[in-house]
């Protein structure tokens, strides 16, 4: 205890040196990012690694020295996946001055969009919230910046499509969660196999899907070519060891973004070997930016959390989320100047261009009319040990992505 | 202390049939009633929006099953159906272009016909089997919203409320929607608080006793039962569609969850059952306490005095909370509204011990 508060006295010490030795330009703003997750009810099986990563990010940027003399801020709260909790959150975070958003839940997120449009502050909303948020022009201020359920679905038949030899007369079978969320593919779905003839049928099984065994004897005598399986957290382990004892084929599974490596442990790392998903970040630490992380975060003990999380896929993802916010932020610095306010870090978002990352993520063209920055992702197969890459970074069948999107986008606008 | 019933006498029966005869009580409802008017100008925007707002509106939702599970004595396990029928009917009616007034109206009548549809399982079932009958509605509705597009709002689930004008204003307005909830709030306390003392309310209450002594004497169980099911619903839609419409603004299946019914409930017995200043008590306790926590103990780690992983430090305000609940009904079961009335009693005959009920 003595020596905690010992070892605070010094780094305040520190602290205080540094500030009176820097000069007056160093002096550092503060950037605030409102980041409230769902901890306690039904995100938890994404929120603590993702939420990891984003504050990992930021610490790993403050040590660097931050983006042109602005510290980056984390706010971090619990929302229970309850809107009016989430609106609480969202009003104190804007009294506190916090410029950008992420509830990491569809729910909340969906409740704080119109708040966010009428108040011209920035909400992050990737892998969650309104698909049609990508229509820049209805959602000014809505940024979902990664592949949206519709362009994942999309992704996973072009996949098909590349690999089969063409859609037509393939048999597909889209079991799904019945929830918003699980039904959310459907207009995309049904569009595509019209265009491109093949055959769509849907099974639901009843939230949160921890019972399947009914619908997947359904799925088997369907004879599906291909299956999608469209759930998350424990629903999606279920599904997995359901379709196996089902005699389905795991090369044949393709799965939303929420399928990882903890839950290949929970089927059993050799049950599904050759299952498939679809992935927007890179996983693992082979990457500089984690290695970065690995090296100045953890090395010096200021990581958010236990050190084994870093690399895994959701931490990836929120890590990813906090490069490309961050991004934005610095190309307002640059182009339009301090003080960093909401409005100048969505026109900031919207200048980011071809963003490079390496590898860690596909690149990243947001504009003030595609906010879903450019809807890329690739397929992974689990191989026992960890998810393989089987296809490039690319965009599918945007032009139906963006019809649909636009249509409800339009819905929205009127509503208003 | 404070309450002094000296120097009233009752000269008339109007006089003995007030609903505050003691004029202390008269004061304090007065200064409350002027607190929450003048709330806008002294609150800041985070208070008003977020705690003051929500607070009124499902206080208002507990005012209404209240008349159903405290004073008619009819469980209700699917109340939150209820309120999603409600704002689900207002945001297609004002978009079919209806007058919100008669969108509003609406609201209640559909949800009451269909809240009746279900009830009348009340006719037959008691107790548990109720409960059964009424969470069967919670799940109909949730799938039916859910499987509908037309209903949802399309492939997100998420239905926007549409600009709409109550009387001459126009509800984009932050004030506005304040002063309708804060209206309809009272109108619903007002009609709570005489309910009891009208034919229908002490119709409810012997049903609630004993529904076979109250038909001995006279009082027909299929109708009240009926009647008492139509009249919450009625209210409880309304209460939706003004949740819909002054605070969230765009309506999703999850609001209208499981999850929020147990709530609803829990804000209900916790305040304790049938009691009008429970339900304010219970709604603020249940939706409040939550948020506070989370921020005392975010408060408390932001100052370095709970050096915790953020994981605890966001389960650690739902421990508290459940040992709170605990806590308040093992100190009386009765619920909040009954630890209000003992402070109360105690002040009626201090400095003695002891009140004459």
């Known amino acids: 205890m003595k020596n905690k508060s010992m070892k605070k006295f010094s780094a305040a010490l520190c602290a205080a040196a540094t500030l009176m030795l820097a000069p007056a330009s160093h002096a550092q703003e503060v950037v605030k990012f409102g980041l409230f997750h769902d901890f306690t009810k039904v995100y938890t099986f994404v929120a603590d690694e993702f939420s990891q990563g984003q504050r990992d990010y930021l610490a790993l940027l403050n040590e660097e020295g931050g983006i042109k003399g602005h510290r980056f801020e984390a706010i971090v709260r619990d929302h229970g996946n309850e809107p009016q909790r989430g609106i609480e959150l969202y009003n104190r975070g804007r009294e506190e001055g916090a410029i950008y958003f992420d509830f990491l839940s569809t729910p909340v997120a969906n409740a704080i969009a119109p708040r966010a449009l009428q108040d011209k502050v920035v909400l992050g909303t990737p892998l969650h919230g309104r698909g049609d948020a990508m229509v820049g022009e209805a959602f000014p201020y809505v940024f979902p910046m990664m592949a949206s359920y519709w362009s994942q679905a999309a992704r996973l038949l072009k996949y098909v499509e590349d690999t089969q030899g063409g859609l037509k007369g393939k048999k597909i079978a889209h079991v799904h969660i019945d929830t918003p969320f699980g039904r959310e593919p459907l207009p995309i779905l049904q569009k595509l196999a019209e265009q491109k003839s093949f055959e769509l049928r849907t099974f639901a099984y009843p939230s949160p899907g921890n019972e399947q065994s009914a619908v997947w004897s359904d799925v088997r005598r369907y004879r599906p070519d291909f299956v999608l399986i469209w759930g998350a957290g424990n629903s999606q382990t279920v599904s997995v060891r359901e379709a196996v004892r089902n005699g389905i084929d795991p090369a044949k599974i393709l799965s939303v973004v929420w399928l990882t490596e903890t839950d290949m442990k929970n089927v059993g790392e050799s049950t599904a070997i050759g299952i498939k998903r679809v992935e927007v970040v890179q996983p693992g630490r082979d990457h500089p930016i984690i290695q970065r992380i690995l090296d100045k975060v953890y090395k010096t003990g200021k990581g958010a959390g236990p050190e084994a999380r870093v690399g895994n896929t959701y931490y990836n993802y929120g890590v990813a989320d906090m490069v490309i916010a961050t991004e934005g932020a610095k190309l307002a610095l640059e182009k339009l100047g301090p003080p960093l306010t909401a409005e100048k870090l969505k026109a900031g978002l919207e200048m980011v261009n071809n963003l490079d990352t390496k590898g860690f993520m596909p690149p990243v063209t947001i504009t003030p009319q595609d906010h879903q920055g450019g809807g890329q992702a690739r397929v992974s197969q689990w191989d026992g040990k960890a998810w393989v890459p089987v296809s490039d970074w690319a965009a599918a069948y945007q032009d139906v992505v963006w019809e649909e999107a636009r249509a409800s986008a339009a819905k929205f606008s009127q509503g208003k | ?357």
């Not at chain 2, 806590?327 to 009335?341: C, N, S, T």
Request: aromatic share 16%; hydrophobic share 55%; with cysteine.
């Open chain 2, 1 to 357: 202390m404070f309450y002094r019933q000296s120097g009233i006498y009752h000269t008339r029966y109007e006089a003995t049939r007030r609903l505050w005869p003691i004029p202390f009580e008269r004061w304090q409802v007065g200064v409350i009633l002027l607190l929450v008017l003048a709330a806008p100008f002294y609150l800041s925007a985070l208070y008003l929006q977020s705690y003051l707002l929500p607070w009124l509106i499902w206080s208002a939702a507990t005012l209404s099953l209240t008349l159903l599970m405290g004073v008619a004595g009819q469980l209700h396990f699917g109340y939150a159906a209820v309120m999603a029928i409600g704002a689900y009917s207002a945001i297609h009616l004002v978009r079919f272009g209806l007058p919100f007034e008669f969108a509003f109206l609406g609201a209640g009548l559909i949800a009451a016909l269909i809240g009746c549809l279900f009830g009348a399982a009340a006719l037959r079932v008691k107790g548990l089997y109720l409960v059964m009958a009424t969470l069967a509605m919670q799940y109909l509705v949730d799938w039916l919203i859910i499987n509908v597009p037309a209903i949802s709002g399309g492939a997100h689930a998420t239905l926007q409320a549409p600009s709409a004008r109550i009387l001459f204003f126009s509800l984009e307005n932050d004030l506005v929607r304040y002063y309708f909830a804060l209206a309809w709030a009272v109108l619903l306390t007002v009609f709570l608080l005489n309910v009891k003392r009208t034919s229908f309310g002490r119709a409810l209450v012997a049903i609630r006793d004993k529904d076979y002594a109250a038909s001995v004497i006279g009082v027909n169980p299929f109708r009240y039962k009926l009647l008492a099911f139509f009249t919450s619903s009625f209210l409880g839609g309304m209460s939706g569609a003004v949740l819909a419409f002054c605070f969230y603004r765009a309506v999703t299946p999850e609001q209208f969850s499981f999850n929020v019914s147990t709530q609803l409930v829990a804000m209900v017995l916790v305040g304790g059952l049938g009691s009008v200043i429970g339900a304010f008590l219970g709604a603020g306790f249940v939706l409040l306490a939550p948020m506070i926590l989370t921020n005392i103990v975010a408060m408390l780690s932001d100052f370095g005095w709970l050096n915790v992983s953020v994981n605890l430090l966001s389960h650690l305000p739902l421990m508290i909370y459940g040992a709170l609940i605990l806590g308040f009904l093992l100190a009386e079961p009765l619920g909040l509204a009954k630890i209000y009335d003992n402070i109360r009693n105690y002040f009626l005959v201090w400095p003695f011990k002891h009140s004459r009920r």
